[in-house]
């Protein structure tokens, strides 16, 4: 193992990601996925609460319920809202590391522009005006990094410039920001607008600036259904995260219908009494079968034992919710988004676990599920519950082996660099 770890390659990688987190712009995305960790842990407790109390397992309310729908308020305006709240971060940590005079006011302005790309007005037929909040989740955050960019920018350029609206030396300086930020919101708004508006127009009001983006990534990918392109699909889905692209929602509104389609056929066989047939979707859910996508929950689990404080503190508010398959916290903690270490093994553990999979369902080990089930379940119930099997439960934790093995080395590596960098810090204090 010493030797993979001293390795050419790992060397590259360790330098590459040592770079790559020097970098203002990717240094403050990292340092806005890490400070999301109270609004996802709030949203992840609602989400489970939800999960736990509702028919699926205690049968204390049922899903749509007035109890439900309060309980479940806090997931909505936490991760339901993420892209939001990473605009806000980000556009504040950009533009402190760009050495900008007021951050927290860049930040207002990056989420102002962003709101007038992804949230949507929508009036209904009594006059009440609501918003889309479809792209305020993490299906707008890849936007939302753009969005940050170029309004970030547009207003270095303006304080580079001076192009701004002066006050008199006695005004208070959260007044002389405030008046500052005008041009620079306004010259940022037009432009978002016009953008907006060009793609809304060309396209006939068929997309927005982010549907559009959704759908380009998505429509090539309808065709790939066989075992080959499941393969392919969730491999692109884990890149596309990696790059802080929101993959398995964009791959879910292809694989759910096909999943649904294949329960629903495989019922009326069992019905029948006829063989269950393995339809390729069934792989798709060992992209995220242990631990969310990616299969993070090894990732959590070895870091329980971390001397890194950071890998600790996450892992330990990350395994519980990463048996739920909610793997947020690590996710954005750790980070893996634009962490080469991570995205490696990120990436490569699925379409490994997929081939397990694939081969237990091949000497029958595992069965074809036929019973639709899509609660959020802890790991093997979900399985338990479509087959009534108990060995599609325990394939659950078998995919954690391939996983960790693939995990362990360049958890390692990433360990080993944070230690470095926390070692350095508590020195210079």
Not at 116 to 139: N, P, W
Not at 382 to 409: C, E, F, H, K
Request: proline share 5%; with cysteine.
């Amino acid at each position: 193992m010493e030797k993979l770890f001293q390795s050419k390659f790992m060397i590259k990688l360790q330098d590459f990601g040592q770079k790559l987190g020097s970098n203002k712009f990717l240094a403050a995305l990292q340092a806005a996925m890490m400070s999301l960790m109270g609004i996802i842990m709030v949203g992840a407790i609602s989400q489970i609460i939800c999960s736990v109390g509702s028919e699926t397992l205690l049968g204390l309310f049922k899903t749509g319920d007035s109890v439900y729908n309060i309980l479940y308020l806090p997931y909505q305006f936490t991760m339901n809202s993420l892209s939001l709240w990473v605009v806000a971060l980000f556009g504040y940590n950009y533009a402190k590391n760009l050495k900008m005079k007021s951050p927290i006011m860049n930040a207002v302005d990056a989420l102002v522009c962003f709101l007038l790309v992804a949230g949507a007005l929508i009036v209904t037929e009594s006059g009440l005006t609501t918003i889309d909040m479809t792209y305020l989740g993490a299906q707008g955050m890849f936007i939302g990094f753009i969005v940050v960019f170029l309004s970030v920018r547009i207003e270095k350029l303006c304080a580079d410039k001076n192009i701004r609206i002066k006050m008199p030396d006695v005004v208070p300086p959260f007044l002389q920001d405030g008046f500052a930020s005008i041009i620079p919101l306004f010259l940022s708004a037009v432009f978002f607008l016009i953008i907006s508006t060009v793609v809304t127009i060309s396209t006939e009001g068929t997309y927005s600036i982010c549907s559009g983006f959704m759908a380009l990534l998505s429509t090539p990918l309808g065709a790939l259904t066989s075992v080959p392109g499941m393969f392919i699909l969730c491999i692109f889905g884990a890149l596309l995260w990696c790059f802080g692209i929101h993959g398995t929602m964009i791959l879910v509104p292809i694989i759910m219908p096909l999943g649904i389609q294949a329960a629903v056929a495989n019922g009326a066989a069992h019905a029948a009494g006829e063989p269950l047939v393995f339809y390729p979707v069934a792989l798709f859910g060992y992209m995220a079968i242990a631990g969310g996508t990616g299969n993070t929950l090894p990732l959590a689990l070895l870091g329980l034992r971390s001397k890194s404080k950071q890998i600790s503190a996450v892992a330990k508010i990350s395994a519980v919710p990463g048996w739920f398959g909610i793997n947020e916290p690590l996710t954005f903690g750790m980070p893996i988004m634009y962490n080469p270490v991570l995205c490696i093994p990120y990436v490569l553990n699925i379409p490994v676990v997929m081939l397990c999979a694939l081969i237990l369902y091949q000497v029958g080990f595992l069965q074809p599920a036929w019973i639709s089930i899509s609660a959020l379940l802890p790991m093997g119930m979900g399985q338990y519950l479509s087959t009534l099997r108990w060995q599609n439960a325990v394939g659950d934790y078998l995919m954690l082996i391939p996983a960790t093995l693939i995990y362990y080395p360049f958890f390692k590596i990433y360990e080993k660099q944070l230690i470095a960098k926390e070692t350095a810090e508590a020195a210079k204090a």
